[in-house]
């Protein structure tokens, strides 16, 4: 495919409350076996994309162990690859990220040594299947100088946090309001976007001398009655997990038989890193209902409509219900667990209650089993 792919990974959000003390929004597990960044690189492996750069920043650590190999992704050649860049002190500059712009702006070299006269850009937090041939096509048969890909959202949804935009007949973009307290409109910006990767390098040179950040505010609002700027709808699931509510509704989801045919069963495939581990165990007693259950699992007690990560303990007479437990946990014997999401980790002392009375509680214990 004719473009290189930018996967903006470094962003750090607050409403993931103690979810995101540890590691970045893009490493979150999903789905029992994935990470959220899989979704999008997978997305850009199935659309030919050869050569894909991910910028990650804050707390990247636990990310970038899971990037250390490029083959799950199909991303292991000599020509193109998969390239993880971090900011870097240099003589010029000696900040972190300020934003979208200015990392994509701190990379620019990748960009100028590269080839491809296109550039996707996309998010690490989001969980979808796209073929982004089709979103170059529509850019290309439009004429466009920057194609965004966007998403109706349900009348009650709530946008406020995403950029909302309206367009035209042509579906070109007219108003562009980025996180708008009274959205008049329930066309959601999902974060990805086609432009000319020659273009791209200017209006980006060009905020930097400005001592602007930001990609959103600084390029699409601004540039939107002078830029051609269209929007590409898309019609197939799509989930952002930038909040803990949004998270855990994205995970409960997977229960749905359909959502897991499609993300599953459906081809293209969804590709991660592998871990070589035994298949979940039931013991005797162990009793599953409408649950997904992660390889290097051990089940004693009851689990109901709820997500298991790897290597998660569960004790005898545990009994699970509506939540998410996050990787290599240990739930002592007689817990009793509901709307909580366990962080990773965590070693659950038995006879031990924790229920989500209000809202999704994140379940944190301060225990030393493994160092930091």
């Known amino acids: 495919m004719k473009a290189v792919g930018i996967i903006l990974a470094g962003g750090n959000s607050s409403r993931m409350r103690e979810l995101t003390h540890r590691r970045a929004v893009a490493a979150m597990p999903v789905a029992g076996s994935y990470r959220s960044i899989d979704f999008a690189l997978s997305n850009m492996s199935n659309s030919h994309i050869q050569k894909v750069a991910v910028l990650t920043q804050y707390n990247a650590r636990s990310l970038n162990e899971h990037l250390n190999s490029s083959k799950w992704w199909d991303f292991g050649r000599k ?8 900011p870097t002190i240099t003589m010029e500059n000696g900040y972190w990220y300020r934003g979208t712009a200015d990392a994509i702006y701190q990379n620019l070299d990748f960009l100028k040594k590269c080839h491809e006269p296109y550039v996707i850009i996309t998010s690490g937090d989001a969980v979808y299947k796209l073929d982004y041939n089709k979103v170059l096509e529509y850019h290309i048969a439009k004429k466009a100088d920057i194609t965004v890909v966007c998403k109706e959202m349900d009348e009650d949804a709530d946008v406020s946090r995403y950029g909302t935009v309206k367009m035209n007949d042509s579906c070109r973009i007219e108003e562009f309001e980025e996180k708008p307290v009274l959205s008049r409109s329930n066309i ?24 602007r950040f930001d990609f959103v505010q600084d390029i699409l609002i601004r540039y939107k009655n002078v830029k ?25 989801d997977f229960l749905k038989q359909e959502v897991r045919k499609y993300f599953f069963k459906e081809y293209p495939n969804v590709y991660s890193k592998v871990s070589d ?16 259950i992660a390889s290097g699992c051990i089940v004693n007690g009851t ?15 545990c009994v699970i219900k509506n939540s998410i437990i ?11 667990i509901e709307n909580c999401i366990v962080e990773s980790r965590d070693t659950i002392r038995a006879n031990t209650r924790h229920v989500g009375e209000d809202g999704i509680k994140v379940v944190v214990e301060k225990n030393e089993r493994y160092a930091m």
């Open 326 to 336: 996050l990787n290599d946990v240990y739930l002592g014997d007689n817990t009793y």
């Open 188 to 211: 959601i910006s999902t974060g990805i976007y086609v432009i000319r990767r020659r273009q791209l390098i200017d209006l980006i040179e060009r905020c930097a001398e400005e001592g």
């Open 79 to 86: 020509q193109g690859g998969l390239y993880v860049f971090t």
């Open 303 to 317: 689990v109901e409509n709820s997500v298991l990560f790897k290597k998660v303990f569960v004790g005898n007479n």
């Open 277 to 292: 581990l035994p298949p979940a165990k039931y013991n005797p007693g162990a009793c599953v209902k409408n649950s997904l």
């Open 228 to 252: 051609k700027i269209y929007g590409y709808k898309i019609s197939n699931y799509w989930s952002n997990i930038a909040t803990v509510n949004d998270y855990y509704r994205t995970n409960m």
